[in-house]
């Protein structure tokens, strides 16, 4: 029978092995190294997933500023003409609420143009929020 001088791959002790292929020295050692290495896979397998996660993360990141970026654009665009927006019409735009929009006024974080009893609100206003 051939014998091959080997180092325990988990326990790191010389030893002979009776195929060439062994690599622990016990079966302890093989069970021991087994599990070892499953963990250290299921490790791996999460580190992965958080990297991939991250990684999605980003992505809808992106995604997200540019259809905010898109939709900027079409506004924009929507609004070409007028210099002046109603109430009515920077509250739909902007997608928010009249009493939001009132509050924005009161504590001046939109600029507004009054025209008589009417209150405008320049279409400039309309990046306030990007
Ligand atoms: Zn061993």
Avoid: P
Avoid at 68 to 94: D, F, H, P, R, W
């Amino acid at each position: 029978m051939a014998e091959y001088k080997r180092v325990c791959n988990f326990c790191q002790k010389d030893f002979i092995a009776q195929k060439y292929n062994t690599k622990t020295c016990s079966n302890r050692c093989a069970n021991l190294s087994h599990k070892m290495k499953v963990r250290q896979d299921k490790e791996n397998m999460f580190n992965d997933n958080e990297v991939y996660k991250r990684l999605l993360n980003k992505i809808l990141l992106s995604v997200e500023r540019i259809e905010k970026a898109l939709e900027l654009q079409g506004i924009k665009e929507k609004v070409s003409n007028e210099e002046l927006l109603t109430t009515e019409k920077y509250c739909e735009l902007m997608n928010i609420h009249k009493r939001t929009l009132r509050r924005m006024i009161e504590r001046k974080e939109v600029e507004i143009t009054k025209q008589g009893n009417k209150i405008f609100i320049n279409k400039n206003q309309l990046l306030l929020n990007n």
